[in-house]
């Protein structure tokens, strides 16, 4: 059975930083590509990064670009999302979820994912 589970959020001032962790059972996420979503109440959820299983290629959306990094950990068959100088408008509800095959980076947020995690929240605020 596969499961996907998030861990890092929390409550943090603006300005702050956190680090959200992805961990899988049952799959390797090296084999797989690996995105980010998150999801405030009443909204649509969105895509927040990804990167690619085939060669590790990165994409965010503009509101995070310079902010966030996402990136592997082989090792530990992790991947994390590095969050930096957190604002409010990032409090969200933030997924990890793995899709597998070869994806056109620029497509990533309009693809059917295979797998999602629970989410873990994450509040700016001070």
């Known amino acids: 059975q596969v499961q996907l589970v998030e861990s890092g959020g929390g409550l943090v001032q603006p300005g702050g930083s956190l680090r959200l962790s992805c961990a899988a059972s049952?799959?390797?996420?090296?084999?797989?590509?690996i995105g980010w979503f998150r999801q405030v109440p009443g909204k649509e959820r969105e895509g927040v990064s990804c990167?690619?299983?085939?060669?590790?290629?990165?994409n965010y959306v503009d509101s995070v670009k310079g902010r966030f990094t996402i990136f592997r950990d082989h090792a530990k068959n992790m991947v994390y999302l590095e969050m930096n100088n957190l604002k409010p408008e990032d409090t969200a509800v933030y997924s990890c979820?793995?899709?597998?095959?070869?994806?056109?980076?620029?497509?990533?947020?309009?693809?059917?994912?295979?797998?999602w995690g629970q989410g873990t929240q994450v509040t700016v605020s001070s």
């Open positions: 990167i690619t299983r085939h060669d590790g290629a990165t």
């Open positions: 049952g799959l390797t996420l090296d084999d797989y590509n």
């Open positions: 979820a793995a899709i597998g095959g070869t994806i056109l980076l620029r497509l990533w947020m309009t693809l059917h994912w295979d797998y």
